[in-house]
């Protein structure tokens, strides 16, 4: 739980020290620090220990290390989310763009046919929606040559 939210879900009656430690580890001045050292024994501990780190150029260089690596770590997770979103929205235009180019050409093939033989049955209107691109294409070019609709039928299962 963080801490700002812990202030809430404690009882601060039923659990004085608890509450004490959220307040102290939440302080953000040296005031705030050396009131609640006054109010109880354990937060003057916790202050002197406190003060005795910050005093202590290796735990601070540790300390700041810490605190640069996880910037680092949250930037270099926020470029990886964004570069990710970038790919997943880019294939998903390309997929996007290429049904529709087939689908835009299956029905300009049943345009055509229909056009050229009249009503279509519908086992070839679903066929012609079911077609790959390359193969809508091949029928296309076949729809000129054609004299029955079945020839270009016929060709497509062989």
């Known amino acids: 739980m963080e801490l700002p939210q812990l202030r809430g879900a404690v009882d601060e009656k039923a659990e004085p020290l608890l509450m004490l430690w959220c307040r102290f580890l939440s302080a953000t001045t040296d005031d705030e620090l050396e009131l609640l050292a006054e109010e109880h024994p354990t937060m003057t501990q916790a202050k002197t220990a406190l003060d005795e780190l910050s005093a202590d150029p290796r735990a601070r260089q540790q300390a700041e290390f810490r605190e640069l690596s996880q910037v680092a770590y949250a930037t270099s997770m926020n470029a990886a989310r964004r570069?990710?979103?970038?790919?997943?929205?880019?294939?998903?235009?390309?997929?996007?763009?290429?049904?529709?180019?087939?689908?835009?050409?299956?029905?300009?093939?049943?345009?055509?046919?229909?056009?050229?033989?009249?009503t279509l049955p519908e086992a070839t209107v679903e066929w012609a929606r079911s077609a790959g691109e390359a193969e809508v294409d091949r029928m296309m070019?076949?729809?000129?040559?054609a004299d029955r609709l079945d020839e270009i039928v016929r060709k497509r299962e062989t």
Do not use: W, Y
């Open 83 to 118: 570069e990710g979103r970038a790919e997943g929205k880019a294939e998903g235009r390309a997929e996007g763009k290429a049904e529709g180019r087939a689908e835009g050409k299956a029905e300009m093939l049943l345009r055509l046919l229909g056009l050229k033989f009249g």
């Open 141 to 145: 070019e076949r729809v000129l040559t």
